[in-house]
């Protein structure tokens, strides 16, 4: 098996929802704000402002032009990238006043702006409404990926007005880091009775109470969120405290990033050289929304409160993509449709107490475990994160050869909340070329699997308020299935993790063998063709001497072409891991920074910009 540990994050839970690409995008709900909806001019009567643009507005309001000219337009900004297969639209029904005909331009910045064409390559002139009062919907021939998108009237009934929806989907929109997948944690906390309000998880948008900090004047103060997966960030949303009568809500704040707690990185975009100061609320009660220009890839977040409202309180949420691709190494998807979460064992070291003690050379807390590669099955191959096969000897195995309960341990480096254990097995494999060997035979004598949670090494002897959860042979649970999960009765709080097996009573033969964490190809990264970057140079002009890293003006990274290194990329995503680990002088202090992995933002002619993902600082 492959093994993996998740935590519980004890609070609301949010259900996904499954967004099909042919949705209203917000006019009509509001969810587009008035102050995303611009135009080249207005007529001088109230009910023509460009906010009065919604479709289904009452029948004397729409956005009139201020002149009946074609050079006139209608702007939405859409907050964040969208995928928009089609547009509706509507007159001012009061006025008989609609347009007949128009062409559309999109953006992706507002700056560089192209049409809608037609198969010939000529600017498409789509058709409108016939009447002031019926929707008219114009789909496009294939989606098309803006930010911004510009109506332009060409023709028209009487005055050029005009109601609008806007067709298709944002998939870069959703909620990042909710329960059960993140968590929120604070600098500090303000003390309440029996932590009825003010904690970190009160922080989250949807919470009617708020995070309040500890300390009413100080500087340093910051909410985070831990998204979960390292994921694509393009918006925030702020609200002030919700559960007092005093009036307490942050005014400005800046935000910083990292993938590993160790590294952050204050957002900042192209034009600036200090990290941006975002505006926050006016009250306690509604939202401020902030689409980010230079979105960024990270699993943490920070909130940096700097001017607030007579206390530092706060809600918050993360919006942006949700990762949907392959798990990177050390995450996992406890099923199919779920999101990937952390494997806490991941690469964690790793003991088991089925070897005779005379041949026992490691021990942890006094108690003898087997550490090193004696035989095929060594226990580290439970928790190396690869997934590529089926076959045993890939396998951590545990028997009862020499001990009548063999146990299999990991150690999580720190104590921590345990929901639950997820095995890959090998018992499932009817194509492996040993299914006819003793392990198989060895497979039959196994009764039980037990897992428990402790703050301390043991070599046998568990207390039942540490067990987890189990799986018998009852119905074949142990080998009808490649996946085994443990969720246990309740969180559990410990260091070190525990897998023993135990053998049928009822057998002639009470030897057995636990084939415990196996290679699944189902749930493999998949890779495109492995380049080599001297084959990449010939795409990416000098890609390796003109990686610009991200905030290099903090790093000052620079690396040799002549490395050698290559890398493969995952499938639909440009995320790359290294073969080795690629380490580079900085400008700090002397640190190296040594590089698994990186995401590739940006390509021009002569550079790839990337984000770095998975690093780490030493000196």
Known sequence: MILYFFILWNSIHADAVTQLCNGPLGMISGEIRDWQITASSTFWDPDCHEKNARLYQSADRAWCARHKSDSEWLQIDLGIAAKISGVLTQGRANKNEHVTSFMISYSTDAYRWQYLVDQYGNQKMFSANIDSYSIHNNYFDEPIVARFIKFHPIKWHVHPSLRVEIIGCQECKQYLGLPPYGRISASTTWPSRQRATCQPEDGY????????????????????????????????????????????????????????????????????????????????????????????????????????HNHVSMRAAILGCPHKAACFPGYFRVNSEAQC??????????????????????????????????????????????????????????????VKKPVWMV????????AGVMLKTWHENKESNVSSSMYRDYLANLDRYNVYVDQYPRRYRF??????????????????????????????????????ADGASNHWNKL??????????????????????NTLQDVIPSVYNNISWMNAQYLNATASSSAGYTYVCSSGQMVCWFNVPMTIQTSIANTTLTINSFV????????????????????
């Open 341 to 402: 979460v952390e494997n806490m064992a991941y690469k964690k070291q790793t003991w088991t107490n089925d070897r005779n003690r005379h041949h026992q050379k490691n021990g942890v807390g006094g108690f003898k475990f087997r550490s090193i590669r004696e035989t095929n099955g060594d226990p580290s191959l439970a928790v190396d994160g690869f997934e590529e096969t089926l076959e045993w000897s890939k396998c951590a195995t545990i028997d009862n050869y020499f």
């Open 463 to 500: 207390k039942n308020t540490n067990l987890c959860s189990y799986v018998t042979r009852t119905d074949q649970a142990l080998i009808s299935s490649s996946r085994l999960h443990f969720q246990c009765q309740r969180p559990l709080h410990g260091r070190f993790v525990y897998i023993e």
């Open 205 to 308: 948008i949807m919470s009617n109470k708020g995070w309040c900090s500890k300390r009413r004047y100080k500087y340093d103060q910051w909410l985070e969120f831990d998204l979960g997966h390292p994921s694509t960030v393009t918006s925030l949303i702020t609200k002030g405290r919700g559960d007092t009568s005093r009036d307490q809500w942050v005014t400005k704040y800046k935000v910083s990033f990292s993938n590993d707690t160790r590294l952050w990185l204050y957002y900042k975009e192209k034009s600036q050289i200090e990290p941006r100061v975002f505006a926050g609320n006016n009250d306690r009660d509604s939202e401020r929304i902030h689409f980010l220009n230079e979105p960024f890839f990270a699993r943490y977040v920070r909130l940096h409160p700097i001017e607030w």
């Open 411 to 418: 150690d999580l480096g720190r104590r921590t909340n345990i």
């Open 512 to 533: 057995f063998t636990a084939v415990l964490f196996c290679k699944l190809g189902a749930t493999a990264i998949t890779f495109d063709d492995i380049p080599n970057l």
């Open 600 to 619: 590739i933002a940006a390509v021009s002619s002569n550079s790839i910009t990337v984000t770095i993902v998975g690093y780490f600082a030493s000196t």
